[in-house]
């Protein structure tokens, strides 16, 4: 067992125990459920991502890293065409509706979009 990740964020470490999970990585998260166990937050109680089996630490680490060091979306806002809600341009459905974008849902405003 080594530890790959450690955070205060319980989603965070959530996410990242699903990218683990989805490449066949057997893991598990350790303090799951010690969030509460001091009035003060401590690092010993965070939660942390562990692998099961030593040999698969390196290719956890580096699809982690791929993930953590990969630079923000540059991708432009787009408008949902069923609920016309403004979506993050790194979204591929609308938050609201759970609409799939499309082509034309580009937003106008966009630099070379006149």
Known sequence: MREVFVNQDHARVGFYKSVLDDA?????????YANNITEMP??????ALCVV???DYDRAMHILGEIYYAPPSQAAEWRCP???????GNFDSCWNCGAL?????????EPGNT
Do not use: H, K, L, W
């Open 53 to 55: 089996n030593d040999d």
């Open 42 to 47: 401590s690092a010993v109680f965070f939660p």
């Open 82 to 88: 069923c609920c016309n809600e403004e979506v993050p």
């Open 101 to 109: 974008r499309t082509v034309s849902t580009v937003n106008s405003d």
């Open 24 to 32: 066949g990585i057997p893991n598990f998260i350790r303090n799951q």
